[in-house]
């Protein structure tokens, strides 16, 4: 409704109030106050659409930034060293493992043809450095199962977000609200749209009032 026409009505409502009768004026002064009450609440529901509206961009310009180009290479390529990382660690703890059993075959065969007791001595020094590897290259299969976990919840997190992208219209759309700028909410001076920068905080009072 515009305001001329909001006026308009106003006028007609005196109009009438002055043909009428005390009881009458009555009547249409309590049809006023509905109206100037539904005016208000019609007034703060716009304010809390529009702030609602404000939430959701805010919210579309989070996932635009997280949708750029550069964004998307850079989880391609954690997830890629990642498994790099798993590939190089299993190629060479399979080469120490290979070795480790070459060195434990030749101790077999030293052992067999051992004659003094120093040379057992030095076999079984083997063994137990032998063994001692084979318990360290365990932490490959350990370090590999957390590093694949790390790479499915990235690879997880990014589907996820490119689902939210095609829910809110795509790359292109999302790219066209940057660079756009909200208006700060704020409740008195208090402004409520996110951290103040140093030297800018919320005073303690100003905190106070909010419940006052």
């Known amino acids: 409704m515009s305001s001329a026409q909001y006026q308009e009505i106003i006028d007609a409502l005196n109009d009438i109030k002055t043909q009428l009768g005390p009881d009458d004026a009555v009547t249409v002064s309590a049809a006023e106050e509905v109206e100037t009450k539904a005016s208000e609440e019609l007034e703060k529901l716009r304010q809390e659409l529009q702030e609602l509206s404000d939430v959701i961009l805010e919210t ?17 390529s954690v997830t890629d060293q990642l498994d790099a990382v798993v590939g190089d660690t299993e190629t060479a703890t399979n080469a120490i493992l ?4 070459t060195i434990e075959d030749k101790n077999e065969s030293l052992e067999l043809h051992a004659g003094s007791p120093e040379e057992v001595e030095s076999i079984e020094a083997i063994s137990n450095a032998v063994m001692k590897i084979y318990e360290a290259c ?10 694949s976990k790390v790479v499915s919840t990235l690879s997880f997190v990014d589907e996820r977000i490119s689902k939210m992208i095609d829910i809110l219209g795509g790359e292109e759309e999302l790219q066209e609200l ?17 951290p103040r920068p140093e030297g800018h905080e919320i005073s303690q009072d100003e905190i106070d009032s909010l419940f006052d």
Do not use: H, P
């Open 60 to 76: 579309r310009r989070e996932i635009a930034s997280l949708s750029s180009s550069k964004n998307g290479q850079k989880i391609n």
């Open 98 to 101: 290979e070795a480790v059993e």
């Open 138 to 147: 365990n932490f490959q299969d350990v370090t590999g199962q957390r590093i």
């Open 178 to 194: 940057e660079g756009i700028e909200l208006a700060g909410q704020f409740d008195d001076d208090v402004e409520l749209s996110g």
